[in-house]
């Protein structure tokens, strides 16, 4: 009975060290990037939490060329857009996808879209997708 105690306890303590080396806000579970001659796009698809799918979209500009503005969007295979909630942050974009149904075997399309500007002003911008579930 006492070996049963102690295999127990054991587990539980390494349920608790799992949990708490989870590092969140950009562990990268799911991850695209694609590199522009105006900057590099990424997005990172971070983990599903109850009804909402979460990560992060990142923009690093080039030299010579400045963000002016990260957008995410959700979509799924019929074309259908899934309400998406984003959070600027110091350097990156939060985001929250309100999942819907997605019928077995199916995946959702997420784009991040990022506008760089140049020295002459003129924007244009660049976008890189992942899908979910993996």
């Known amino acids: 009975m006492r070996a049963i105690g102690t295999a127990t306890a054991v587990v539980l303590v ?6 708490g080396c989870s590092t969140g806000g950009g562990s990268g579970a799911a991850a695209a990037s694609r590199r522009y001659d105006e900057g590099l796009v990424r997005i990172e698809i971070d983990r599903l939490d109850t009804g909402l799918l979460k990560g992060y979209a990142y923009a690093e500009p080039a030299e010579g ?9 959700a ?3 019929r ?3 899934w309400p998406v909630i984003e959070i600027p942050e110091e ?3 939060f985001f929250e996808v309100t999942v819907q ?3 077995r075997g199916e995946q959702l399309t997420i784009t991040a879209t990022v506008a760089f ?8 911008e660049r976008t ?3 899908r979910w579930p993996p």
Not at 14 to 19: E, G, Q
Not at 65 to 73: G, L, M, P, Q, T
């Open 14 to 19: 390494l349920m608790l060290v799992a949990a």
């Open 65 to 73: 060329f400045s963000v002016e503005s990260i957008h995410v969007r």
């Open 75 to 77: 979509e799924d295979p």
């Open 79 to 81: 074309g259908r857009s």
């Open 91 to 93: 350097g990156r974009l």
């Open 101 to 103: 149904e997605l019928a």
């Open 117 to 124: 500007s140049g020295a002459s002003g003129a924007a244009v």
């Open 128 to 130: 890189v997708s992942d």
